[in-house]
């Protein structure tokens, strides 16, 4: 406090504040005064609402002068923002860049099935054998636990990632995050919390590691890939107790969804199906499906062999399974309408992307052992 009030008492052209740290300096100093700011700027106001902070808010806009400018920047428009902007604003003009759409059309969205313990072997399957090894792709998990487990699990098979979560030392964050921002490692695994400020520019991938509870995260998290006329894709991993969250989701984006055809449709109807996926896929609805069950199985004792031999993973993996029981307690709950739903929705069979894999007849045990050898 002392050594920024000092900053603050030398009249700096430019502030960047917390509202609660600026609201602190403003309460404990009499003649502090922001009449003179010509210019305030609201950036990721959507969170800083979502995070509670309107009232602090509208405290500040209070103790700013008349003829300031007042600039909100948004990845959504949420009712509570629209609100503030009304209040604490005079003759507004609104700039939006989704008229379209509320993501991009250059946006691939892949959503892939599974249970909770298949997410370690589906996530290194996927970054071995589908994503470019000129591809930087940004991993969203739920907690730093998950963080830490995933940095030591991909080191041991010999990935670098970089690493970002929220109470991370500030000196180790810079290197990571540079690190990434440089091409020295293509993976930044990180928490919607400290992935809030981090601009990376050409991002490839965003991985849902852990599906979003919220449709507005899911928009925040995939809107930093396929910009500025590049493509890109949106991985997310969604478990029986997500489902409801990814019907919500489409809700919110007004896209259509639908299950992967069944293997038994598949092998009866081969180019059938891959005709009906790939004009799905044209048309941006969204299909859900299945990893091969013989790749999950296999990398999965991969996996457990890591960690058996590992003391460090094994106590992180105990660690995780505590702070995802404890996430899971604390996030919002789908829409009721949606956990209706799903218990109407069909079984979903292989996901698309694998079907080619299928038709072509590698999904055999001598295939995937060879897969496997790459994980040894």
């Keep these: ?28 100093v009499d003649d502090m005064s922001l009449r003179s700011v010509e210019y305030v700027v609201f950036d990721e106001a959507d969170c800083l609402f979502g995070m509670g902070f309107a009232e602090q808010l509208h405290k500040i806009l209070a103790q700013l002068g008349e003829n300031r400018q007042t600039l909100l920047f948004s990845a959504t428009l949420p009712s509570a923002l629209a609100e503030f902007a009304k209040a604490g604003l005079r003759d507004p003009q609104l700039v939006r860049l989704d008229l379209e759409t509320k993501i991009s059309p250059d946006l691939k969205l892949a959503f892939f099935t599974m249970r909770q313990e298949e997410k370690y072997p589906a996530l290194l399957y996927l970054v071995r054998e589908h994503i470019g090894s000129d591809e930087q792709s940004l991993i969203f998990v739920s907690t730093k636990h998950h963080v830490e487990f995933l940095n030591v699990l991909f080191r041991q098979e010999g990935i670098e990632p970089s690493v970002c979560y929220g109470d991370m030392d500030q000196d180790a964050r810079k290197i990571h995050v540079s690190k990434f921002r440089s091409r020295k490692t293509m993976l930044l695994i990180v928490t919607d919390v400290a992935a809030r400020g981090i601009d990376i520019p050409l991002l490839d991938n965003v991985i849902n590691w852990d599906f979003p509870p919220k449709p507005k995260i899911f928009v925040h998290r995939v809107g930093r890939v396929a910009r500025a006329g590049r493509t890109g894709t949106a991985y997310s991993f969604v478990t029986p107790e997500d489902m409801a969250y990814l019907l ?55 996996v457990r062999e890591v960690i058996d031999t590992s003391a460090e993973l094994e106590l992180l993996q105990r660690t995780c399974k505590n702070a995802f029981r404890l996430y899971s307690k604390t996030k919002p709950l789908p829409a009721k309408e949606s956990i209706r739903r799903v218990k109407d929705l069909p079984r979903e069979g292989l996901h698309p992307m694998f079907m080619k894999v299928l038709e072509t007849g590698e999904l055999t045990a001598l295939a995937f052992s060879e897969h496997l050898k790459k994980f040894r």
């Excluded at 406090?1 to 404990?28: C, K, N, V, W, Y």
């Design 248 to 302: 919500d989701l489409h809700l919110f984006l007004s896209k259509p969804i639908k299950p992967a055809p069944t293997e038994e449709e598949f092998l009866r109807d081969i180019d059938g199906v891959l005709s009906r996926c790939d004009q799905a896929m044209a048309n941006r609805e969204t299909i859900y499906g299945r990893f091969p069950q013989k790749v999950i199985d296999l990398v999965s004792d991969r």
């Design 1 to 28: 406090m002392e050594s920024q009030f000092e900053e603050l008492s030398q009249s700096p052209d430019i502030i960047i504040a917390t509202p609660g740290r600026l609201m602190h300096h403003l309460s404990e």
